[in-house]
Structure formats: structure tokens, C-alpha cells
């Protein structure tokens, strides 16, 4: 039997035993439904006037006319829903007796006829709602017995389907996975064998042809051609610089996938056509089979919109050539384009000429008119200077000259990147270097009426550093920490000991830094984002290369409009 018969057997029963358990089910429901309603509409609604009624007959004496009313009109509703034997009778008896009692309201006996014809009425209808109620019990222990029966079945039908249609199903799959992994793997003398004559059997027979077909090709000198035909454009495919194999006619033999993303072209459109075509339409193809003549200027890179921004290429023109069997002249059969990616050494030799312009721009203009200030200010023909005066030039003077370490620090930042700083690593008084560089920045600090305020532990080891440049750290921090901070606020500037360090902290509360560049401000060049262009973004990366040459740590703990603290650590 074939698999989609057997499949459209089971559940096709099975979807049938369903729609019968359903119809089972609906129908007694509606049934136990219409029981239900019957006790309510007919034997509950005549309980509920017959209560009225004997209500109404006890107010009869307090208020007549309301309670004659609201019985006659009770009594009007229950000869309409008289339903069970002998209830027209009592029905009867009970107007006849309150037409008497409408005529002698004060009559006792009346009204005890009355209520003995209510409660002849009532108890057919408590006697009829029990007979119905059993009856109604019935039908429901009936529902219970067919869709148990009906459910049972659809059970075994869909148990037996579980157990075994997956099982059909699955192992022939299985066999053959396997046997499709075997041809994977070149064995191409696997077979199947399925004997039944459905599905399965009519895709082994083809999946066996397919096999000896296979065999029959992998024996052949053409398979082996084929293979490393397959290997050579794999090879090709994986290199990360782009190539173009062209004939001696100029048409495209092979392109690999990095060539094919920066012409923008697919490999159909590319592999079969003529280069000299294909330029007329792509100007990058154009440039790149154009060879350069050998008596032209030194050749130019290539540039190139690549992995989402410019990118620099060299080209190389290769010409193959061969000697063909019984001669030895050699004759050219194509050409191979090459494009080294040059892109990382271009923009290393773009940001070194970038930081050398900035330097000269930032640091050399700017020192040379101090310079000149000074001098003028030392000339006796520009007026005498009082004490404070004079001291103010020195501390300039030493400002100057602490610059001009400082853009030699810059200059040579490739021993920063290297190794090769030169360090005076001894013990230090972390008190005098906080001290040194608090002095260098407080003429910048007092002209935006900002307060320093040094909080340090008291008797403080000293700290194996170069105190030289361990200030020019800390007065790195305090520099950008007064650039940053708003006019008459507070930096503090702390120092304590954790663990075996003497950790130094410059706190300040400007505008804090997004937690989205908290782990890029050491970067070297890197500058936050709407933050004021006044440096080259070096003085933290050259602050954080200081303090690691010296085993330390640095770090900067920060939340936006908050403030920020930029701490680094030295060992004791």
C-alpha cells in the first residue's frame, strides 16, 4: 500500500470518529439543554407565582387593593403556563375561591382554600421538576456512555497512528540519510534497498541509478579535470585581495568574490563576456585592464568605495605565458589583475600626517607667541613689574617650557606604541606630585573661579613612579577636568591607598561622559562627540601609555550630567 493511502486512511477515520463525536456531543447537550429549560420555563415560573400569590394573600388584610392586584395578576400568569396533569383543576379551584374572597376579604376560611389550592399547585410542579430532573440525569449519563465510546476509539485510531506512522516514515529516511552522507563522502558503491512498492521503493531505485551514475562519472578523467578546476576557484574565492583572470582575447575567464563586490557586478553578468564590453559600461573595469605604460610617473593607487568606505588598492597586471608541448616558442595565453588592499597602511600614513599637522597647529603657534610675550613682557621698555608680576612670568616661563617636553612626548609617540619610553622610575611623594600639578594648573583654574581642594590620606607611602610624568598625568586630568566644568564649581582631587597602590582621583562635575564612550576616551585621536574640539585627543591615550609603562592602572568611572572621576593607580 503506498504511504499517502495509508496516511489519507488513518485520518481520514480518525477526522470522521471527530465529526461523529462532535454531532454525539452537541447533540446531547442540546438535549440536556432542552430538558433544563423545560423545568425552568415550565414548573420554576408557576412556583415563582404561586409564592407571589401567597404573599400578595397576607397583605390582603393591610392593603386590599394593592394585593388583590398583584394576586389577580399572578393568577392571570399561571393559568397561562398551566403544563402538568390536574394543575388546570387546581387551577380552576384557586380563581373560583378568590373571586369568593374579592367579594368577603375578611373571610379566614377563604383564604385558607387558597392557600391550600397554592399548595396543590405547587406540589405538582416540585413533583413535576424531580420527574424531569431524572430524566434529564438520564440523558446526561447517556452523553457520558457514547462519547466515552466515541473518544476511546479516536484514541486507539490516533495511538496507533503515533506509533507506527512515524516509525514508517522515518527509518526509510534514516537509511537513505545515511546513504547520501556515504556518496558525500565519495563512496559511491552505497545502495539502498527498500523492497516495498511505494514511495520509498521508487526513490531508492532512482537514488541507486543516481549512485552508478555517480561511480561511472568519478572513474572518468573528466571528474578528475572537473575536481581541480573546483579547487583552483575555491582557492581563488578565498583570498581576501581581488582577481580577474582574463584570455589572450581579453574575455573573462574566473573573477572571485572580492572582484566581483568592488565592480558591483555579479558573476554572470561577468564570467564568458569581453573585458573591452564590459568596460564600456563599468569604469572601474575599465581602469583595471588599462595597463599602465612602463615610461609613465610612478603609478598611483587605486581608490576604491570598498566595505563601506574608501579603500586603496594597487594593481598588478600579471601575464602568463606557456611553452606548448614539441615547441619552445612561448605564446601568451591571458592575463591576471591583482589588487593588493593597501587600505590600513593609507590611513596609518593618513593619521601621521594628520597628528604632525595638529601638533604643529595646537602646540608649536601657540608656544612661539608665549615665547614672544615673555620676551616683551622682560624688555624694561614695556614698563617695571612688581614681585608678583615677575613671579607670574616665571611660573609661564616653566609653563612654557613644560610644553615644549610635552610636544616632544607627542612627537616621538611611537615609542609610546613601542616600548621604548624612557622612564626615571623612583620613589615618589604622591603629596608633592598632587602638589606639582595642582600649582600648574591653578592660574587656569582661577580664571573660571574654580576651586581645587586636595583630600589625601595622611602619612602616604611613597610610590615607585617617574614623578615627572606622573604629574604631567595628573595635570592632564585636572586640565580637562577645569576645560569641562562650569565657572565657580568645585574639583577634587583625592588621594588614598587600596590594597598596595596609592590611587589618585580627579573629581569634577561637568557634564559627565555617556556610558556609550566610557570605554573609548583612551583611545588614541578619539574625541566625544559634541564635546569642544581643543586637542588632538592624544592626552589621555599618551596619560594611559605613562601610567601602564609604570604598572599602574588607569580608569574613568562617569554618568552623563553627572560629572565624571578619572583615577589611575601606582604601586606602592
Known amino acids: 500500500m503506498r504511504i499517502k493511502t495509508k496516511l489519507n486512511l488513518g485520518v481520514g477515520l480518525l477526522f470522521v470518529l471527530i465529526i461523529i463525536l462532535t454531532l454525539v456531543s452537541a447533540f446531547y447537550i442540546f438535549s440536556i439543554k432542552k430538558d433544563t429549560e423545560n423545568i425552568l420555563k415550565a414548573n420554576y415560573n408557576?412556583?415563582?407565582y404561586s409564592r407571589n400569590m401567597l404573599l400578595s394573600l397576607d397583605e390582603i388584610n393591610t392593603s386590599k387593593d394593592n394585593a388583590i392586584i398583584i394576586f389577580k395578576d399572578n393568577l392571570h400568569k399561571q393559568t397561562q403556563n398551566v403544563t402538568e396533569a390536574g394543575e388546570k383543576q387546581e387551577t380552576d379551584n384557586l380563581e373560583r375561591s378568590f373571586a369568593l374572597l374579592e367579594k368577603n376579604s375578611s373571610d379566614e376560611s377563604l383564604k385558607m382554600q387558597i392557600r391550600?389550592?397554592?399548595f396543590e399547585i405547587m406540589k405538582l410542579n416540585m413533583n413535576a421538576i424531580k420527574q424531569k430532573s431524572d430524566i434529564a440525569k438520564h440523558t446526561a449519563e447517556t452523553a457520558n456512555l457514547w462519547i466515552a465510546i466515541v473518544g476511546t476509539l479516536c484514541f486507539l485510531?490516533?495511538?496507533n497512528l503515533l506509533i507506527n506512522l512515524p516509525t514508517n516514515i522515518a527509518n526509510p529516511i534514516k537509511e537513505l540519510t545515511l546513504s547520501i552522507k556515504e556518496i558525500a563522502n565519495k563512496n559511491y558503491s552505497e545502495r539502498v534497498h527498500f523492497t516495498n512498492h511505494n514511495?520509498?521503493?521508487d526513490l531508492a531505485k532512482s537514488f541507486n541509478t543516481m549512485a552508478q551514475k555517480l561511480q561511472e562519472y568519478?572513474?572518468?578523467?573528466?571528474?578528475k579535470l572537473f575536481f581541480e578546476k573546483k579547487r583552483l576557484e575555491t582557492l581563488i574565492n578565498n583570498m581576501h585581495d581581488p582577481i580577474i583572470g582574463l584570455d589572450n582575447k581579453h574575455i573573462v575567464l574566473f573573477a572571485n568574490d572580492?572582484?566581483?563586490k568592488i565592480v558591483g557586478m555579479k558573476l554572470e553578468d561577468v564570467i564568458g563576456k569581453s573585458a573591452s564590453d564590459l568596460a564600456l559600461s563599468n569604469d572601474l573595469i575599465r581602469s583595471l585592464i588599462l595597463k599602465e605604460n612602463s615610461e609613465s610617473p610612478k603609478k598611483q593607487p587605486l581608490k576604491i568605495f570598498a566595505h563601506g568606505k574608501e579603500s586603496y588598492f594597487e594593481k598588478e597586471i600579471i601575464n602568463i605565458t606557456i611553452i606548448p608541448t614539441g615547441e619552445e616558442k612561448e605564446i601568451n595565453i591571458g592575463d591576471v589583475i591583482i589588487l593588493r588592499n593597501i587600505t590600513l597602511f593609507k590611513e596609518l600614513d593618513f593619521a601621521?600626517?594628520?597628528?604632525?599637522?595638529?601638533?604643529s597647529h595646537e602646540l608649536k603657534t601657540p608656544i612661539a607667541s608665549i615665547k614672544l610675550s615673555l620676551q616683551l613682557l622682560e624688555n624694561g621698555k614695556t614698563g617695571d613689574m612688581n614681585d608678583d608680576q615677575k613671579q607670574l612670568v616665571e611660573s609661564i616661563k616653566d609653563d612654557s617650557q613644560r610644553l615644549l617636553k610635552i610636544t616632544g612626548e607627542l612627537l616621538n609617540l611611537s615609542q609610546l606604541e613601542t616600548g621604548n619610553i624612557q622612564l626615571n622610575i623612583e620613589k615618589s611623594n604622591p603629596h608633592e606630585i598632587v602638589n606639582y600639578a595642582v600649582?600648574?594648573?591653578k592660574v587656569q583654574a582661577d580664571q573660571k573661579q574654580i576651586k581645587l581642594i586636595i583630600d589625601a590620606d595622611e602619612n602616604l607611602q611613597d610610590v615607585k613612579a617617574d614623578s615627572e610624568k606622573t604629574g604631567w598625568v595628573l595635570i592632564n586630568y585636572l586640565s580637562n577636568a577645569i576645560r569641562y566644568s562650569s565657572e565657580k564649581s568645585t574639583i577634587f582631587i583625592k588621594l588614598k591607598k587600596e590594597n598596595n597602590q596609592i590611587v589618585f582621583q580627579v573629581i569634577d562635575t561637568g557634564k559627565g561622559i555617556d556610558t556609550r564612550y566610557k570605554d573609548k576616551v583612551f583611545d588614541k585621536y578619539f574625541q566625544v562627540p559634541g564635546s569642544q574640539k581643543s586637542g588632538t585627543g592624544l592626552g589621555l591615550a599618551i596619560s594611559k601609555e605613562f601610567i601602564e609603562a609604570q604598572n599602574g592602572n588607569v580608569g574613568v568611572e562617569s554618568n552623563l550630567g553627572l560629572g565624571s572621576t578619572f583615577w589611575f593607580s601606582l604601586k606602592i
Open 46 to 48: 408557576t412556583l415563582e
Open 439 to 441: 600649582e600648574a594648573v
Open 157 to 159: 485510531i490516533a495511538f
Open 116 to 118: 391550600q389550592d397554592i
Open 218 to 223: 568519478n572513474d572518468s578523467n573528466l571528474y
Open 258 to 260: 572580492e572582484a566581483l
Open 199 to 201: 514511495e520509498y521503493g
Open 352 to 359: 601621521k600626517t594628520n597628528f604632525i599637522a595638529t601638533v
